[in-house]
């Protein structure tokens, strides 16, 4: 599946801006990208850093736009922009625009760029922090949040079958209203990656009433909240997860009609405990692929990277999220 994303970043040509461009791994990753005529890689940071960055992947600049952002000829009118969103001054806007991720931020924010992929030597609440502040969150979502890439072995053999888990990286403790936005967000970026329809199963202990508990209320109040914002995608539960993904489970477990139930590829988890166990437990034990984290619900497609990403890794991410750009 991940050849078929570089197959489209290929076709589509896009470009991504890299705003830790002291991270050999970023260079070679840019080389890569340039080389395989994947994107239009823009790496952010000091000459001096850049170079030696390059130096130490062993790889050349050729084919990579670098920037650095404090002397940028675009530092003006990105800093305009950053002060007229969020109602401040220019000076203030200025001290946060020349940093890198804030000005990469921006790019992607005025359309300069497609994505941005960062994270190697950032936190993540940093890279979130950026996203919300310059790039804002996409319509009717208020929460960012993250999702993992499963492929799945088939146990016929046959080829790996893809599902969205989400929420297993960021929020840790939801309520019904920024579950709610997780699984609308989880329903669009499925709806750009997956070869298939969304079908969200909200999960948790219960199945339709099955158990009687706060933490149930809490995924069925989330239901409600989705149904009302967005009527046109398949959502159901609540759902145990056997109810969710096997049709003969949900036969007997499943009162009523569900369109989701036994066919979710959309698997939203009701916090991050069981999420983050979940996801584990299917990538140990089932030897599934998982492909992220990916971060969700911007306006606009980036994504952070774990501290120990690989070259391949910053590829892959780059190229997902290409496929997500309109």
Request: glycine fraction near 8%.
């Amino acid at each position: 599946m991940i050849t078929r994303f570089l197959h489209m970043a290929k076709a589509r040509g896009g470009s991504v801006v890299f705003p830790e461009g002291q991270d050999s791994r970023i260079l070679a990753a840019a080389r890569k990208l340039v080389d395989d005529q994947l994107a239009r890689p823009i790496v952010l940071g000091k000459p001096e850093e850049i170079t030696a960055a390059a130096e130490q992947a062993g790889t050349g600049l050729d084919g990579i736009t670098c920037i650095e952002p404090a002397i940028s000829d675009q530092l003006d009118q990105y800093c305009a922009a950053y002060a007229q969103k969020r109602s401040m001054r220019d000076s203030i806007a200025l001290r946060m625009v020349r940093k890198p991720l804030l000005f990469g931020s921006m790019m992607v924010s005025l359309g300069d760029v497609d994505t941005l992929v960062a994270g190697v030597a950032t936190a993540t609440a940093i890279v979130i922090q950026s996203g919300a502040l310059a790039i804002g969150y996409a319509p009717g979502i208020q929460t960012a949040s993250s999702f993992f890439l499963m492929l799945v072995p088939a146990p016929d053999g046959g080829p790996s079958r893809p599902y969205i888990f989400a929420d297993c990286a960021v929020n840790i403790s939801p309520s019904s209203e920024e579950l709610a936005d997780i699984a609308l967000a989880s329903a669009a970026s499925a709806a750009k990656l997956l070869e298939d329809t969304p079908r969200v199963a909200m999960l948790s202990f219960s199945t339709r009433g099955s158990a009687v508990h706060a933490d149930v209320d809490k995924v069925v109040a989330a239901i409600r909240i989705a149904r009302e914002r967005n009527q046109n995608i398949s959502l159901d539960g609540e759902f145990q997860a056997d109810a969710a993904i096997v049709p003969a489970v949900a036969a007997k477990k499943v009162k009523g009609t569900s369109d989701v139930a036994g066919r979710a590829n959309v698997l939203i988890f009701p916090d991050l405990n069981a999420g983050n166990i979940a996801y584990k437990l299917t990538q140990y034990l089932a030897g599934a692929k998982a492909i992220g984290p990916f971060l969700q619900g911007f306006a606009k497609p980036i994504s952070d990277l774990s501290r120990g990403a690989s070259v391949d890794d910053i590829v892959a991410t780059t190229a997902i999220c290409l496929a997500q750009t309109n």
